[in-house]
Structures are given as structure tokens and as C-alpha cells.
């Protein structure tokens, strides 16, 4: 499930909870969790580069800053990726330093640069569009609010747990807790389709 609970576990050394789905979400930090799908596969990420600098002369920040745009905040490739791919672009003929006043080095696209654009024209604007949709995803539905209530349950747990240490007694009281929460949120959702199961036997 989409911004979910991924884990709850406790013992000895205290409890552990992630909730959301990697960046921009209530559990993950930018660079997500382990295993998870990488942004771009072989390749892919050279043409991003490439179509950026085609449409606008930039340095390496300017280029990483472009994708975090992009993507609303939730994805931006390291330096340690993007400096090697512009150092490939550059050996490849693809792309030249540009002439200008900047301590940085900027890059503008080659004649070359530009005919391989044209060539892979379609791949070119698939990954724009999926770094794009990448970023409405995560916006969509993603609330400061709801990080704020799930950061009040953890603090609420740990002070708990680090003052009294875990027991049956608290442990039955926090679990009967969470059970209600999660039913009343049930409910919420049970309420919102019985209204339009209404809508629609009203329609017919």
C-alpha cells in the first residue's frame, strides 16, 4: 500500500517504525531505502543530461538542481553520478564547455549532442515525463500535517518506553490504542464509500 506502514518491530534495544514511501514521504530519506528501483537504467540518465543542456547551457549543480525541479523535490542524482555521466557526454563529442563569465564549468550541446537527441527523440521525452510524474506522485496526497501526527505517535512512544521501559501492561494499552485508531480510520474510509454508493444508487 502507497504511503503505508512498512515496519513496527520492538525488543530489548527499544522499537523501530518506517511509515511512507522513501523521499518526500513520512519514513524515507532522500536517497530511499535499500533495494529500491533506481531513477535511471544504463544510459538513460546521459540523455536526461543532454536534452537539459540542450534546452539551456548549465553546470553539474544547475543540471542536479534542473531534476529536483522536476520532480518537485523528491529526486535528485548525486554529484558522484552526474559529474562522471557530463565527464562521458563530453568524451563522447556530445556536449562542449561553453564560453562564459562562470567560476564553473558550463556545458552546451554539440551539433552532435543535438542529432543524438533527435535520434532517441521519444526515449528523451518518456524520461521527462517520467521524472514529472514522479513528482506529482509523491506530492499528491503527501501533507506536512500527517508527518507531523505520525512524529507526535513516535515521541509519544519513545518517552514511554525510555522512561518505563516496555511491559505487558503498557504493551496491551499501546496496542489497543493503535487497534482503535486503525478501525476509527476504517471507518472514515467505509463512510466515504457508502456516500457514494448512495450518489450512485441516487443516480439510478
Known amino acids: 500500500m502507497r504511503g503505508g506502514p512498512r515496519g513496527f518491530s520492538f525488543g530489548p534495544g527499544g522499537f523501530h ?26 544510459g538513460q540518465l546521459r540523455l536526461v543530461l543532454l536534452k537539459l543542456i540542450a534546452d539551456q547551457p548549465r553546470h553539474g549543480y544547475e543540471l542536479i538542481k534542473a531534476i529536483e525541479d522536476m520532480t518537485e ?7 558522484g553520478i552526474v559529474y562522471p555521466t557530463l565527464t562521458m557526454l563530453e ?10 563569465g562562470s567560476s564553473k ?37 503527501n501533507r506536512p500535517e500527517m508527518g507531523r501526527a505520525i512524529g507526535n505517535l513516535m ?12 511491559n505487558e501492561d503498557l504493551l496491551n494499552d499501546v496496542i489497543d490504542i493503535l487497534d482503535d485508531a486503525a ?9 466515504k464509500s457508502s456516500d457514494e454508493d448512495g450518489r450512485d444508487e441516487d443516480d439510478n
Request: glycine share 18%; net charge neutral.
Open 105 to 141: 564549468k558550463v556545458y552546451e550541446a554539440t551539433d552532435e549532442g543535438r542529432a543524438h537527441l533527435d535520434e532517441n527523440g521519444e526515449e528523451v521525452e518518456e524520461l521527462i515525463d517520467r521524472l514529472e510524474g514522479h513528482g506529482r506522485r509523491r506530492s499528491k496526497g
Open 91 to 100: 568524451d563522447m563529442g556530445l556536449i562542449a564547455e561553453a564560453k562564459s
Open 17 to 42: 517504525f518506517e511509515f511512507g514511501d522513501g523521499p518526500g514521504g513520512w519514513g524515507g530519506g532522500r536517497g530511499g531505502p535499500r533495494g529500491r528501483k533506481r531513477m535511471f537504467e544504463g
Open 155 to 166: 515521541t509519544a512512544l519513545r518517552n514511554r518506553v525510555s522512561h518505563e521501559g516496555w
Open 183 to 191: 478501525q476509527r480510520i476504517e471507518r472514515i474510509k467505509d463512510a
Open 73 to 79: 523535490g523528491h529526486y535528485a542524482p548525486s554529484p
